[in-house]
């Protein structure tokens, strides 16, 4: 359970991260692609914590997961919008 906090945390952690360099002088697309490859790498964490711990977790990760989909998905929206491939 500990391991699921932790990653939880980790998860929301990356994301406020990543808004934070996206918000402070983003150099081009490469840069927010660095940020939606960490958000990439913190779903399949959760996908592993999950398997785990049985998915019993409430909901919780299932519901952090979503989140994380759609913060990649944004990610990649601001990507084709800065020019990038």
Same mark, same amino acid.
């Given at each position: !359970? ?7 945390? #980790?998860? $929301? ?6 808004? /934070? ?6 150099? %081009?697309?490469? %840069? /927010?692609?660095?940020? @939606? ?8 964490? #959760?996908?592993?914590?999950?398997? $785990?711990?049985?998915? @019993? !977790? ?10 994380? @989909? ?9 990507? !084709? ?5």
């Amino acid at each position: !359970m500990k391991k699921t906090i932790a990653v939880a945390v #980790l998860s $929301a952690c990356l994301s406020f991260v990543g808004g /934070i360099a996206v918000a402070q002088g983003v150099q %081009d697309w490469h %840069d /927010i692609e660095k940020v @939606r490859k960490h958000v990439h790498e913190a779903i399949h964490e #959760l996908e592993t914590v999950q398997a $785990a711990n049985n998915y @019993r !977790m409430g909901g919780h990760a299932e519901n952090a997961k979503n989140h994380l @989909r759609i913060a990649e998905e944004e990610l990649h929206q601001a990507i !084709m919008a800065a020019g990038g491939e």
